[in-house]
């Protein structure tokens, strides 16, 4: 934990199976213990909710929350999800507001790449192609930062090795 400062935030956003949560646990990993929370939008929707993705749910709340507290304690905190701009994006633009540094990543990959990469991963079948497809919502900016774009042609450990370097020297 660092003292007298808050915390640095990384938001890494896109739509499902992009990799954006293997990346979180790489990023986290490059830290020591204690040094970095991750707030996965999933977990706190669907684990600690047991709620869909419906408006007035709480989860916006609770990621808001629990981030930060990570920041007021000078934490590395990584909220992490697919984070539709049109809901999340004032949530985000108050978090980034708390912090002493932000760094905003999303990925952009076509419907047939998120598909692919889902497939690849042990929970493949917990989710249908129908139901990456109905929440797959395509390149969304948030209106109050310029996030740096992830394509296809970047692997989850260049993702993550770009996020640690950013995370490690402040912010914007």
């Given at each position: 934990?660092?003292?007298?400062?808050?915390?640095?935030?990384?938001?890494?956003?896109?739509?499902?199976?992009?990799?954006?949560?293997?990346?979180?646990?790489?990023?986290?990993?490059?830290?020591?213990?204690?040094?970095?929370?991750?707030?996965?939008?999933?977990?706190?929707?669907?684990?600690?909710?047991?709620?869909?993705?419906?408006?007035g749910a709480g989860d916006i709340d609770l990621i808001e929350t629990i981030a930060g507290w990570g920041l007021a304690r000078g934490l590395v905190v990584v909220v992490e999800g697919i984070l539709n701009a049109g809901r999340y994006q004032r949530a985000l633009e108050r978090l980034a507001g708390m912090a002493s540094g932000s760094h905003f990543f999303g990925w952009d990959l076509p419907l047939e790449e998120t598909l692919r990469r889902h497939g690849t991963r042990t929970k493949a079948d917990a989710f249908t192609a129908d139901e990456m497809s109905d929440w797959y919502h395509g390149w969304q900016p948030l209106d109050f930062v310029t996030e740096r774009r992830f394509d296809t042609s970047v692997s989850a450990r260049e993702a993550a090795d770009r996020v640690l370097e950013a995370s490690r020297h402040g912010g914007l």
């Open positions: 934990m660092r003292t007298g400062a808050s915390g640095v935030l990384v938001v890494l956003r896109g739509n499902s199976g992009s990799g954006k949560s293997t990346v979180a646990r790489l990023v986290q990993a490059g830290f020591g213990p204690g040094e970095c929370l991750v707030v996965p939008q999933d977990t706190v929707r669907r684990e600690l909710l047991g709620d869909t993705d419906s408006a």
